[in-house]
């Protein structure tokens, strides 16, 4: 799992664990990942922490052979490392240098983890793999934010050809689109109770969402509850695009 130091990445981690799985935890930040794997072995789990850029691809060849070589295969792959740039914009007002650090982390860094993790489940027998986009991926923002809005997309279109491509090889690729969440990643940014509720306005249940509650929608995708899913958009957002996009 990449991201696996905090939020989403953390919960899934720990739910995943609790459920029998043997979970490599993977993050940028070596610090956090060696703290989840600890939580998990804390419980009676198992876990080994790597430190991985996703967006090198010798780091995602190696989170993938040290999954493999400490637990013996790969089963589950959650490409979910992402970033949200404090100066990404308007396609005039953001700089090149965040655009493109934005595509290497959130688009790059899922096209690597499937290139060098899809022949390790195939090894395996196949598996389930989950990508995390985001529920601007097919409703755009409410505020500018152009390199993260298309980078979720580009996920989003990564993960129906995969889905597509690998069908029988028992291969499924779905893509998970929180919708705002309680999360370090959001919260940096609606510091203040006035932007909070602006934001609140827009979702139909009225509260931000949790990582735990993002972990158990992981948790089914991977799962052979649900073994006829592939190619699938889950969105996990508390209503919000069910107000706000119109049926074609």
Request: some cysteine; overall charge negative.
């Amino acid at each position: 799992m990449t991201g696996a130091g905090s939020g989403i990445g953390r919960q899934t981690s720990l739910l995943f664990a609790r459920e029998g799985a043997a979970v490599t935890a993977v993050d940028i930040a070596a610090a956090s990942a060696k703290e989840t794997a600890r939580l998990i072995e804390k419980e009676g789990g198992r876990a080994t922490a790597v430190t991985a850029d996703v967006s090198c691809a010798a780091d995602c060849a190696r989170m993938v052979e040290v999954a493999e070589r400490a637990f013996g295969g790969l089963h589950v792959l959650f490409n979910n490392a992402g970033i949200s740039h404090i100066d990404d914009g308007d396609a005039v007002e953001t700089e090149e240098a965040v655009w493109d650090l934005t595509m290497n982390v959130n688009l790059k860094g899922v096209f690597l983890g499937c290139k060098y993790g899809i022949p390790a489940l195939l090894r395996s027998g196949g598996g389930s793999i989950v990508n995390t986009a985001s529920f601007v991926a097919v409703l755009g923002a409410a505020t500018p934010q152009i390199a993260y809005t298309a980078s979720k997309g580009g996920v989003l279109a990564l993960s129906r050809e995969l889905s597509v491509v690998h069908a029988r090889e028992n291969i499924r690729v779905n893509t998970l689109c929180p919708g705002p969440l309680r999360t370090e990643l959001l919260m940096k940014y609606l510091d203040t109770e006035e932007k909070r509720q602006r934001r609140l306005v827009h979702i139909p249940m009225g509260r931000f969402g949790e990582a735990a509650e993002i972990a158990r929608t992981v948790l089914f995708l991977a799962s052979e509850e649900s073994s006829f899913v592939t190619g699938a958009t889950f969105v996990v957002d508390g209503g919000i695009t069910a107000a706000y996009v119109t049926p074609e």
